[in-house]
């Protein structure tokens, strides 16, 4: 049967089915860590709508479980593909179907990276807000089928906010037109809203209608502030938001976290103080607006300089940027979390991690999006990523129970993937976690997108 | 069966149950004019979430249709009831349960006014940036189920943008959580973004977080713009998009609209022009940004001007949001139509609305919110605005067509309800119809919640 699958479309799309071992063995993993039991049985490179229709109609008619794969950037192991199982590649899909500029639009297809398409709307003066740390190697199809932040979230939106409208392949084969190429637009369920962020367990998305914005121009003041303790810096950007400033970038960089990428750059971040506060403004008004952000700082104990330098500028954000990459070089094994809290809470969140990391005697570094409340507890550990040992799991868990304690959610941007989906149930409550199953069975019936991912298989 | 049910409701809810056929007669029509056969049974007066849940169920155990009600301001037919129905009406569930100025939310009933919200949030230095023409005397429950949007779409973004979570009463009388008190959180099936839009055919919103913002404070600087034509006026504002310009508002008068709110104010409009842009910047460079707009409206031939005198700005504003009590003055029977199409193609949306009006011989002032896109034809007749002609329909599906063929929309923001569900499959072809309907049978499998509106009965 799996062999007949895999002749079936060798014939249909000659030149796009790839089954060499080594091919696949990659498409096992993400850069969670998660790896899938076993092998998938063939990728396919789609490089059309058609192609993907006739992908979909085969392994809905087969029974062929099917994960769709952009850059295979994902932190949840939604993406990830093994035995039995079929991957649809978005990678050759890449183009740039149209940019307007008195629309404010881009329709691109769903393997083009987020970079390369920033690159190109800032030939036109234009820009798409979506701002994940992965942007250079994540695709915007990957970047919607996950509703992906970034650091820009509190002034800019999450993708959600900056996509119009879609085309997506259902399971069957039919091709599925959401959303609006208007701003405004309100016939109908809002199915386009339904599709972001469902993690490739709806349908494949194919087409972008992007709603892009005027690039942001002139001085990017930033601000670096050093304090005695996190919760001070926790604290502080909390009064950032409470006194109505709307910085476009405030990370937050624990001790850990500061430790870490002081090593790995090999400069002194530590002896400044315990805690650091990124925090950047942008667009008119952007200096006037980082100097009362500066006395705000300022007023609740952080060391703070503001700098209009655009290199040191530069510098102070790779430092945020290059975290994950420093936490990476320590060669530890990791697990990355990503839960968000209400603003207010962040000193309470971070109290809790330290609870657990004694608890556990566990090293949690938390980098944080401090302005929009999403932390990145990232358990460390001896031996492999793949392999997560049972007590960190436990501590996990318990993370995730202080976060919705606090009124938040176990995961901000990075999805469910394989690696929550036991943890989601206890989010959304037996009843809505049905209701969102049942769902999943008017798109596709036969259950073949992605199966085991988002829910339990 | 009818009376059992009213008797049971009353047993169960004394003093919230009113029958009084004067009390019921209004609840037959909206502000579109259209009018429900027959009358409801009963009206229900909700005083918190567990009398929704209360009604939700004898409904759903009786089969008893049931519509949801806040104001009565809709523009569609969305929330009219006639015989054999219920009402649930959200008039007394109108209390601020939080504001919260570190985490920029708001957690409100959905019987509030949009503008009592707007006042009580303006005294702690934010707002709900939600505007529609209606928002005195419409509520947020009812925004949200609209997805209202109104004069500030194209900067801030329509309703969908700024409701963080619901709490939603299922048809069985069940409560749903969807959504988040986060910025960030995608933990499943975006269930929220579902909700909002759906026009009361999914389930009771019963309670709301809101995503709010700083109030905007700072000088308003407004443009009055005439032009020799209306196609110019719409070309100029398709400009000002293009040049990467973001008014906060960006109104369009035609000829027609400035002669009826000329005379409407006693006061000459119509010499200094055939068409008439409205123009405000706000924010940081407010001053800065409408200079450069001056000059691109100029430089494509409007004659215009730029006031920061708050007085004089405010009375221009008002010739706009008077524009729709203007041509209910004239006594004429009308139907409000709210296409909306891509920016660039306002010039041809409106040359396709003089074909009509002449092929017809039907006035068609058309009022827009041309910053997003979004006009609104009025169909003018002689007659009750309740029973509108079959010419004027048929006029209507012509002005649909046309939005659909440039590629917009026929709803911009009043909803489907009961005036647009027979055009509804023609803008989402039949498949996404059905999808949709096999969506609403998940939540509401037994058809209670508002049947007939969105889809046909």
Redesign the interface.
């Known amino acids: 049967m799996s062999a007949d699958v895999v002749a079936r479309l060798e014939r249909k799309l000659p030149g796009r089915v790839v089954t060499d071992p080594e091919a696949l063995e990659p498409l096992r993993r993400d850069r969670s860590g998660a790896v899938a039991p076993g092998r998938p049985l063939a990728v396919v490179f789609a490089e059309s709508v058609g192609d993907v229709q006739a992908v979909c109609r085969t392994a809905n008619e087969t029974g062929t479980p099917l994960v769709t794969r952009g850059a295979g950037s994902g932190l949840a192991g939604g993406a990830i593909a093994g035995d039995g199982e079929l991957v649809l590649s978005t990678e050759r899909m890449t183009r740039i179907l149209e940019i307007?500029?008195?629309?404010?639009?881009a329709v691109v297809e769903p393997g083009l990276f987020n970079g390369d398409l920033n690159r190109q709307l800032a030939a036109h003066?234009?820009w798409w807000p979506p701002d994940p740390a992965s942007k250079e190697f994540s695709t915007v199809g990957g970047n919607i089928a996950?509703?992906a932040?970034g650091l820009l979230?509190?002034k800019y939106?999450?993708t959600?906010?900056s996509v119009l409208a879609l085309k997506v392949v259902l399971a069957d084969g039919?091709l599925?037109?959401?959303g609006?190429?208007?701003?405004?637009?309100?016939?109908?369920?809002?199915?386009c809203?339904?599709m972001?962020?469902?993690e490739g367990t709806?349908g494949v998305i194919v087409e972008a209608t992007l709603k892009v914005?005027?690039?942001v121009t002139g001085t990017v003041p930033t601000i670096g502030a050093y304090f005695d303790s996190i919760p001070d810096a926790a604290a502080a950007s909390?009064?950032v938001?409470?006194a109505?400033?709307?910085p476009a970038i405030m990370e937050l960089l624990d001790t850990y976290m500061l430790q870490t990428v002081g090593d790995y750059h090999g400069i002194d971040l530590i002896s400044a103080g315990a805690a650091y506060l990124l925090i950047q403004t942008d667009?008119?008004?952007?200096l006037?607006?980082a100097e009362r952000i500066l006395a705000e700082v300022t007023r609740v104990g952080g060391r703070a300089e503001l700098t209009t330098d655009p290199e040191t500028a530069a510098s102070l954000v790779d430092v945020r940027r290059s975290g994950f990459i420093a936490l990476e070089a320590t060669g530890r094994a990791m697990l990355v979390e990503d839960v968000?809290?209400?603003?207010?809470r962040m000193p309470d969140m971070y109290a809790r991690i330290a609870e657990i990391s004694a608890k556990y005697g566990v090293d949690i570094p938390a980098p944080s999006?401090a302005g929009?409340?999403?932390l990145h507890p990232s358990f460390l550990f001896d031996g492999s990523s793949s392999e997560v040992p049972e007590y960190v799991w436990q501590a996990a868990e318990e993370l995730f129970t202080a976060a919705l304690e606090l009124?938040?959610?176990?995961?901000?941007?990075?999805?469910?993937g394989t690696l929550k989906r036991r943890f989601?149930g206890a989010?959304?409550?037996a009843?809505?976690?049905e209701?969102?199953r049942?769902?999943?069975q008017?798109?596709d019936p036969k259950g073949i997108l992605n199966p085991g991912k988002?829910f339990a298989a």
């Open positions: 307007s500029i008195p629309n404010q639009l003066g234009l996950m509703n932040g979230c509190a939106g999450v959600r906010e039919s599925l037109e959401v609006h190429r208007t701003v405004k637009g309100v016939t109908g369920y809002d199915l809203a339904l972001i962020g469902s709806l914005r005027p690039a909390a009064a938001t409470a109505g400033l709307r667009g008119p008004g952007a006037d607006e968000a809290v209400p603003r207010d999006h929009d409340g999403n009124g938040g959610t176990l995961s901000g941007e990075h999805g469910i989601l989010e959304l409550g009843e809505q976690y209701l969102q049942r769902i999943k008017v798109f988002v």
